[in-house]
């Protein structure tokens, strides 16, 4: 039996054998091409960080690899770059994205957690990513991107179809693709007529020694943001509530201390991240990693969960532990390209849960099962049912 066989159904227990038996295992990837599987946590860490291991499909070798077909316009973002242009970039975007304006979104996160909270009454039943996990988090999008409030769509249904591609339907996500790429033209095009206090504008105004971002940059900058700082956030905020709704002491020892929330966030990360596996890397030259020679072009998936629950770096790593020490967990990467929404990230997570915990005393899930989006890709919940 292929020690990888299960993977979509129960990846936890196939990473388990993985590390033991085959720590670098050849796979059908996302997109049903080869790639080769890293689950030790060394191994993964210093993946994520190796310059020999690129982001750029041109190091792809030729029909190996098959992603999502993007339009320049939005494939030039930073999970498909290296440096210098991810350099040049991200320090742009530091100028304007910073934890000052993250920490200045606290407030209206919370108002907009209560506002939710309030729509679902005091007591009654709920699929709680619907009614809350996924609204909150594209709310607090639109707010930081300037997007007006009678321009805010439901964006879920045009990212759904890009994290989960339906070969059978191609054409949905060709169609998500057309439609966010006009509605940012247009938001790119109103925010340069029209700047106001909002990161958009800022990222258009942003220079440093003359150098600006392009068009182009500016509209994959604003999709990446929409597109991971969203489906991460949802994903984050389900998987951590569903975690405590089955671990009803470590859900008791938050209710009786909050102030402990916000280091429990990293333990939730590490526990079950919003992400199974990093964006995929191509080495620039044959490259060895965990003892496996990987061909140069080939697709290596790095496992940040696998990671996160590799033993030999957390004791215990199957238990949820909100007392545990969990920096050093991979759940948001690492390195020069760890995930540039991780602040926002943490934040609206720990406001979400706060607000949460303090009007519903009696949540519990609901007798239908939650239900998993099926992806080798993305660790996120589809349904969440609880009653409270």
């Known amino acids: 039996m292929d020690p990888a066989e299960g993977l979509l159904a129960d990846p936890y227990a196939v990473y388990d054998r993985l590390r033991d038996t085959a720590p670098v295992h050849r796979i ?6 080869p790639a080769w599987l890293v689950t030790r946590y060394d191994d993964v860490r210093e993946g994520l960080a190796n310059p020999l291991l690129s982001l750029d499909k041109k190091h792809a070798l030729p029909g190996n690899y098959r992603g999502l077909a993007l339009p320049p316009a939005l494939d030039a973002n930073l999970l498909n770059m290296d440096a210098p242009d991810h350099t040049r970039i991200r320090r742009l975007v530091g100028r304007a994205f910073t934890l000052r304006r993250v920490e200045q979104l606290r407030e209206p996160v919370r108002e907009t957690a209560h506002r939710l909270l309030d729509a679902l009454g005091t007591h009654g039943s709920t699929d709680l990513i619907a009614s809350y996990a996924a609204p909150l988090p594209i709310t607090v999008i639109c707010e930081l991107l300037g997007v007006p409030d009678e321009h ?4 879920r249904a045009w990212t759904d179809p890009l994290v989960t591609p339906d070969p059978a339907r191609p054409d949905v996500a060709r169609e998500s693709v057309v439609s966010l790429l006009g509605f940012f033209t247009g938001l790119l095009a109103d925010k340069r007529k029209n700047p106001a206090d909002d990161l958009l504008s800022d990222l258009i105004a942003v220079q440093e020694e003359g150098d600006r971002l392009t068009e182009d940059e500016l509209m994959s900058l604003a999709f990446l943001i929409l597109f991971a700082g969203y489906e ?17 002491e470590q859900l008791a020892a938050l209710r009786e201390d909050p102030a402990r929330l916000p280091d429990a966030v990293g333990e939730f990360a590490r526990y079950e991240g919003p992400a199974l ?3 995929r890397r191509f080495p620039v030259r044959d490259v060895t990693i965990g003892g496996v020679t990987v061909p140069a072009g080939e697709t290596v998936l790095l496992s940040l969960s696998a990671a996160n629950r590799d033993p030999s770096r957390f004791p215990d790593p ?3 532990d909100l007392g545990r020490d969990a920096a050093g967990h991979l759940a948001l990467g690492h390195g020069v390209h760890y995930c540039l929404g991780a602040p926002l990230a943490r934040l609206e997570t720990e406001v979400a849960l706060a607000a949460l915990l303090e009007r ?5 899930l609901a ?4 239900r998993r989006r099926p992806s080798l890709r993305a660790r996120g919940l589809l349904a969440l049912p609880v009653t409270y």
Do not use: Q, S, Y
Not at 232 to 248: C, D, K, S, Y
Not at 360 to 364: I, K, M, S, Y
């Open 28 to 33: 059908a990837g996302t997109d049903g091409k």
């Open 152 to 155: 805010r769509r439901d964006f």
């Open 232 to 248: 991460n956030t949802v994903h984050l905020i389900g998987n951590a509530v569903l975690a405590l709704l089955r671990h009803p």
């Open 277 to 279: 596996l990093a964006i």
């Open 318 to 320: 199957d238990r949820l």
């Open 360 to 364: 519903f005393p009696d949540l519990a």
């Open 367 to 370: 007798e239908t099962e939650p």
